[in-house]
């Protein structure tokens, strides 16, 4: 067994990586698959955006109150 030992107060030890483990897994989208744009929450038809797209934390208070204001969220 791999011995814990502290080198310059940092804890050092076996890593817990494994380098010959495929980088993609399957069943994981790739944000440049196709049709990932229309399955992006908070984007719409004629390229506005919604609160939805910059956070998921109570994006519905963070949209404007006028419907008539532009919604600038974060890029």
Same mark, same amino acid.
């Given at each position: 067994m791999?011995?814990e030992?502290t &080198?310059a107060n940092?804890? +050092?030890?076996k @890593?817990?990586?494994? $380098? /010959? #483990? *495929?980088s993609? +897994? $399957?069943? +994981?989208?790739q944000?440049n698959? @196709? %049709?990932s744009? /229309?399955? !992006? @929450?908070? #984007? #719409?038809e004629? %390229?506005? +955006? !919604?609160a939805?797209r910059?956070t998921?934390?109570?994006?519905h208070?963070?949209? *404007? &109150? /006028?419907?008539r204001s $532009?919604?600038l @969220? *974060?890029p």
């Amino acid at each position: 067994m791999f011995k814990e030992r502290t &080198i310059a107060n940092i804890r +050092v030890g076996k @890593p817990k990586v494994r $380098p /010959d #483990l *495929p980088s993609h +897994v $399957p069943g +994981v989208r790739q944000g440049n698959e @196709p %049709g990932s744009y /229309d399955r !992006t @929450p908070g #984007l #719409l038809e004629g %390229g506005k +955006v !919604t609160a939805r797209r910059s956070t998921g934390i109570n994006s519905h208070a963070r949209n *404007p &109150i /006028d419907q008539r204001s $532009p919604n600038l @969220p *974060p890029p």
